[in-house]
């Protein structure tokens, strides 16, 4: 990887050079302050919280505004309001030590941004418990309405401003310190693949073994590692959306037919790129590029998938069908023939394809394409290219010599790597917005803050340490993040 031979980062000409193997404290103060500002953010947009509020009534504290709370959901509201003033500290403690240090201008900005706004948050905070709480329970209706009380509304938009302005500051730091501005390749990106494919494996000449192998290999072409990720988003989608819509039958055929879209996109985006993968180190072993499955025998089995998927999806609706047979137009034409190969946007593009099955399932229960179902798109969106830039990464050479315009091969691994953040923050802003539409509870809030940090710390490793380890470290923090952010929306969604 090219950032493990640089020895040490450029910064500004005002600040001293830190090694990337010796960070200081300042960046991970900078990420305690953004976590901090988050967990205050998601706590209160959850329904948690409201109930709370209407139980201590008055600012700063209950009763007639300096009596502790006589419930215990009281207390919740007063320890919201006592974090909300450590954490302000935290905010204005990192913004004066970053004016002291002299840190670079975008970031004392940034910060200055945050801490201005920090009071103004704290005032639309007491406005919203002492006349404006909002009541308990979903707030989604299937056709979708934003919240009524504007001053709560500005509440979540001035929180998600000061999350952005901490993560941006932390994202300009961390580039000054770990980055190389001159480590973006010039001209344009052109493949470098050797001549000769690597030699077809020996199959078994046992029957059986025979039987076995091509069972896997066409188990293999559906991709079934992003089954279980893409099925729990149409899940926590179903979920969301709830009603009488949200059947045993209907979550049955609608994940069901989102497997077989899956294995049908999968199959033919293995078609599509054969030659490429032959040549390439990393996808060199896959059946067709290896002519365990013959090309035909694959149009034939993504043809069945995609026949098979549609009809269960038509079997709920046809709205979900026509979404469905999108996504797999989408991934295997869009995305493998049109964005992959000839855009850096490849990746943020793409994650439309992602985002779908969140329309697919809430469109499955409502038969409309609803405000909750476009939430959750929007954060499955975000997601990807915080999680993909991590792999993209790691195999940096491979995508390189394949001729794939991607991120770190186009622009360098430093602006990846800043990338990386910038999606990472925006994710979490848009996991915030969903829990106030969606009115998730407790356990979203602590799940996504928990998660969420432990991801942010791997991308902050990232930045430091730039190796390929590293990106896969970061790229299996974001699936973890992902993963329990949608258990999470499905419990809570189904015990609301």
Same mark, same amino acid.
């Given at each position: 990887?090219?950032?493990?031979?640089?020895?040490?980062?450029?910064?500004?000409?005002?600040?001293?050079?830190?090694?990337?193997?010796?960070?200081?404290?300042?960046?991970?103060?900078?990420?305690?302050?953004?976590?901090?500002?988050? %967990?205050?953010?998601?706590?209160?947009?959850?329904?948690a919280l409201s109930d709370a509020a209407s139980a201590c009534a008055a600012w700063p504290a209950c009763g007639d505004g300096l009596s502790l709370p006589s419930t215990a959901t009281g207390y919740v509201a007063l320890g919201h309001r006592a974090a909300a003033a450590t954490v302000?500290?935290?905010?204005?403690?990192?913004?004066?030590?970053?004016?002291?240090?002299?840190?670079?201008?975008?970031?004392?900005?940034?910060?200055?941004?945050?801490?201005?706004?920090?009071?103004?948050?704290?005032?639309?905070?007491?406005?919203?418990?002492?006349?404006?709480?909002?009541?308990?329970?979903?707030?989604?209706?299937?056709?979708?309405?934003?919240?009524?009380?504007?001053?709560?509304?500005?509440?979540?938009?001035?929180?998600?401003?000061?999350?952005?302005?901490?993560?941006?500051?932390?994202?300009?730091?961390?580039?000054?310190?770990?980055?190389?501005?001159?480590?973006?390749?010039?001209?344009?990106?052109?493949?470098?693949?050797?001549?000769?494919?690597?030699?077809?494996?020996?199959?078994?000449?046992?029957?059986?073994?025979?039987?076995?192998?091509?069972?896997?290999?066409?188990?293999?072409?559906?991709?079934?590692?992003?089954?279980?990720?893409?099925?729990?988003?149409?899940?926590?989608?179903?979920?969301?959306?709830?009603?009488?819509?949200?059947?045993?039958?209907?979550?049955?055929?609608?994940?069901?037919?989102?497997?077989?879209?899956?294995?049908?996109?999968?199959?033919?985006?293995?078609?599509?790129?054969?030659?490429?993968?032959?040549?390439?180190?990393?996808?060199?072993?896959?059946?067709?590029?290896?002519?365990?499955?013959?090309?035909?025998?694959?149009?034939?089995?993504?043809?069945?998938?995609?026949?098979?998927?549609?009809?269960?999806?038509?079997?709920?609706?046809?709205?979900?069908?026509?979404?469905?047979?999108?996504?797999?137009?989408f991934y295997s034409v869009v995305y493998t023939l049109l964005l992959k190969p000839n855009t850096v946007q490849n990746t943020v593009l793409g994650g439309a394809a992602g985002a779908l099955p969140a329309l697919i399932g809430w469109a499955a229960v409502t038969g409309e394409v609803?405000?909750?179902?476009?939430?959750?798109?929007?954060?499955?969106?975000?997601?990807?290219?915080?999680?993909?830039?991590?792999?993209?990464?790691?195999?940096?050479?491979?995508?390189?010599?394949?001729?794939?315009?991607?991120?770190?091969?186009?622009?360098?691994?430093?602006?990846?790597r800043k990338h990386i953040l910038w999606y990472f923050g925006a994710t979490l802003a848009a996991a915030g917005g969903m829990a106030a539409l969606a009115r998730l509870d407790a356990l979203y809030a602590v799940t996504s803050v928990a998660f969420g940090a432990a991801f942010l710390?791997?991308?902050?490793?990232?930045?430091?340490?730039?190796?390929?380890?590293?990106?896969?470290?970061?790229?299996?923090?974001?699936?973890?993040?992902?993963?329990?952010?949608? %258990?999470?929306?499905?419990?809570?969604?189904?015990?609301?």
């Amino acid at each position: 990887m090219a950032g493990q031979a640089r020895g040490i980062s450029r910064a500004d000409s005002n600040r001293q050079i830190v090694p990337p193997e010796t960070p200081d404290r300042f960046p991970g103060l900078l990420a305690a302050s953004a976590m901090g500002v988050y %967990l205050l953010l998601l706590v209160g947009a959850t329904t948690a919280l409201s109930d709370a509020a209407s139980a201590c009534a008055a600012w700063p504290a209950c009763g007639d505004g300096l009596s502790l709370p006589s419930t215990a959901t009281g207390y919740v509201a007063l320890g919201h309001r006592a974090a909300a003033a450590t954490v302000g500290v935290l905010v204005v403690a990192t913004a004066g030590l970053a004016w002291l240090r002299g840190t670079g201008r975008r970031v004392r900005l940034a910060l200055t941004a945050a801490t201005v706004l920090y009071p103004a948050q704290a005032a639309l905070g007491a406005w919203v418990a002492t006349g404006a709480v909002l009541p308990a329970g979903p707030s989604i209706a299937p056709a979708g309405l934003l919240p009524a009380d504007l001053s709560s509304t500005l509440h979540l938009v001035t929180g998600v401003t000061i999350f952005g302005a901490l993560v941006a500051a932390l994202a300009w730091e961390l580039e000054s310190r770990t980055g190389d501005p001159d480590d973006a390749p010039t001209g344009p990106v052109e493949a470098d693949l050797p001549d000769e494919a690597p030699p077809r494996p020996d199959l078994p000449d046992d029957p059986v073994e025979l039987f076995v192998a091509k069972l896997r290999a066409y188990v293999s072409l559906t991709k079934p590692r992003l089954m279980w990720l893409l099925c729990l988003v149409a899940a926590a989608a179903m979920a969301l959306a709830g009603g009488p819509g949200f059947t045993a039958r209907t979550v049955a055929a609608t994940l069901g037919g989102g497997v077989l879209a899956i294995g049908a996109s999968g199959t033919f985006n293995h078609v599509l790129e054969r030659d490429v993968d032959r040549k390439m180190e990393r996808t060199s072993d896959r059946p067709l590029a290896t002519d365990v499955v013959p090309v035909r025998n694959a149009v034939a089995f993504g043809g069945l998938l995609t026949v098979a998927s549609v009809a269960l999806f038509a079997s709920v609706n046809l709205l979900a069908a026509a979404l469905g047979l999108v996504a797999i137009l989408f991934y295997s034409v869009v995305y493998t023939l049109l964005l992959k190969p000839n855009t850096v946007q490849n990746t943020v593009l793409g994650g439309a394809a992602g985002a779908l099955p969140a329309l697919i399932g809430w469109a499955a229960v409502t038969g409309e394409v609803g405000l909750g179902g476009l939430a959750l798109a929007t954060v499955i969106f975000l997601w990807t290219p915080a999680h993909f830039y991590n792999l993209a990464l790691a195999y940096r050479d491979d995508y390189a010599r394949g001729g794939f315009p991607m991120m770190p091969v186009v622009r360098g691994e430093t602006a990846t790597r800043k990338h990386i953040l910038w999606y990472f923050g925006a994710t979490l802003a848009a996991a915030g917005g969903m829990a106030a539409l969606a009115r998730l509870d407790a356990l979203y809030a602590v799940t996504s803050v928990a998660f969420g940090a432990a991801f942010l710390w791997a991308v902050v490793r990232l930045h430091y340490e730039q190796t390929e380890a590293a990106a896969l470290r970061s790229f299996h923090a974001s699936n973890a993040y992902l993963g329990a952010v949608l %258990l999470a929306v499905l419990v809570d969604a189904v015990a609301i």
